[in-house]
Structures are given as structure tokens and as C-alpha cells.
T-cell receptor, first 117, second 112 residues
Framework: SQKIEQNSEALNIQEGKTATLTCNYT??????LQWYRQDPGRGPVFLLL?????KEKRKERLKVTFDTTLKQSLFHITASQPADSATYLC????????????????FGAGTQVVVTP | SAVISQKPSRDICQRGTSLTIQCQVD?????MFWYRQQPGQSLTLIAT?????????ESGFVIDKFPISRPNLTFSTLTVSNLSPEDSSIYLC?????????FGEGSRLTVL
């Protein structure tokens, strides 16, 4: 069966350090992978999309890598701040559609990040 | 981008009743998606709602329990029928534009 696995334990990190989150998947061949942020009581908010032919993607202090051989994506928050505290979700399209026209995403359970001053 | 409004934001319902959740989008979209997020868990796709056709349900979700309407390109409703405590969850509607999903704020349902 298809699985998306993220660390279930909260990641506690000191302000200024780099937080690294892992997303592993099995029985998928995704054309792309997405990362979302979710704050308590709110809907998820899109952060980054990385395609299968991209090794790395950056957006401000965020960096995502995608290794289709290892079936793994790493999500990095550099120079972390208390405002980065949230749950981070990775998501895959199980239909292997590379056209971005479908939109049916499946989500991992998320990893909570807590950044302390 | 898309701005999504959901109503109600929260509700407490009695067992056996139904709750209808409304989702309004500020632009026309072809597909709308309904997700459920049970306490402490991730999002599970319930169904995809296309305008002018019946919704497509994921495994484990049926139309009798989760009827969906999609009368136009900016609006959809999800009804959770014959409520039981196991239906206590957050229900989220979402739409997709250029690549990512945009979500509403969610509707938190508590069933007593």
C-alpha cells in the first residue's frame, strides 16, 4: 500500500538553528512533492513544490530536496525563528500526473516544529 | 491564489443529526476537494467535487454519508449525515489553481 511517513515526534529546536524534517514515501512514483505549513486551528498553507527532475528548491529560509531514488524529501528551515513553530506536512499526488491539472493530493501526518528563543 | 470561506467554523451536534458545511471561493474553479482531519492526524481526502457532475468519493467514503453539492464554480457544500462521535473532526475544503492547494480555515465538528 502507499505510505507517506513523517517523523511523528515533535522537533524542538533553538532559535537560529536549522530544522530538518524528513518525508519518506513508498509505492509512489510522484511527479512532484509539496510541503505545507499548518498552524493550530487553521487550514494548511502551501510552502514549496519540487518536481522529480529538481534536486533542490529554495524559498527564502526554506530549502527542499527530493531524492526519487531514496524516495525521500528533506525540508530545511534555516535560521529558525519562534514564528516558524507549526506542523509541516508533505504531500504527494498518487495519480502520477505531471501536468498539475488534477490536484488530488495525499498528505503525511506532519511533523510539529517548536522553535524556542 | 484563492480565498476560501467556510461556514460554520465550528459546531456541536447531537448524534443522529446532520451538518452541512458550506465552502465559498472567490474565483471560479473546476475542482473542489473535501478533506477530513481527525484529531492529531493528517488530512484524508473525502471526495472531489466537480461542477455539473456527481462527486467522486475516495475509498471508505460514501455518498449516503457525505453527500456533496456543487451548484456552480465558486460554491460547494458537504453534508455529514447521521452523525456519530466518530465523525468529530475538522472538515476542510480546498481548491487548486496553478499547482498548490488552497484551503479554507476548516469546520470543526464535535458530535455528542
Amino acid at each position: 500500500s502507499q505510505k507517506i511517513e513523517q517523523n511523528s515526534e515533535a522537533l524542538n529546536i533553538q532559535e537560529g538553528k536549522t530544522a530538518t524534517l524528513t518525508c519518506n514515501y513508498t509505492n509512489y512514483s510522484p511527479a512532484y512533492l509539496q510541503w505545507y505549513r499548518q498552524d493550530p486551528g487553521r487550514g494548511p498553507v502551501f510552502l514549496l513544490l519540487i518536481r522529480e527532475n529538481e534536486k533542490e528548491k529554495r524559498k527564502e529560509r526554506l530549502k527542499v530536496t527530493f531524492d526519487t531514488t531514496l524516495k525521500q524529501s528533506l525540508f530545511h528551515i534555516t535560521a529558525s525563528q519562534p514564528a516558524d513553530s507549526a506542523t509541516y506536512l508533505c504531500a504527494l499526488d498518487p495519480t502520477q500526473d505531471a501536468t498539475d491539472s488534477w490536484g488530488k493530493l495525499q498528505f503525511g501526518a506532519g511533523t510539529q516544529v517548536v522553535v524556542t528563543p | 491564489s484563492a480565498v476560501i470561506s467556510q461556514k460554520p467554523s465550528r459546531d456541536i451536534c447531537q448524534r443522529g443529526t446532520s451538518l452541512t458545511i458550506q465552502c465559498q471561493v472567490d474565483s471560479q474553479v473546476t475542482m473542489m476537494f473535501w478533506y477530513r482531519q481527525q484529531p492529531g492526524q493528517s488530512l484524508t481526502l473525502i471526495a472531489t467535487a466537480n461542477q455539473g457532475s456527481e462527486a467522486t468519493y475516495e475509498s471508505g467514503f460514501v455518498i449516503d454519508k457525505f453527500p456533496i453539492s456543487r451548484p456552480n464554480l465558486t460554491f460547494s457544500t458537504l453534508t455529514v449525515s447521521n452523525l456519530s462521535p466518530e465523525d468529530s473532526s475538522i472538515y476542510l475544503c480546498s481548491v487548486r489553481t496553478t499547482g498548490e492547494l488552497f484551503f479554507g480555515e476548516g469546520s470543526r465538528l464535535t458530535v455528542l
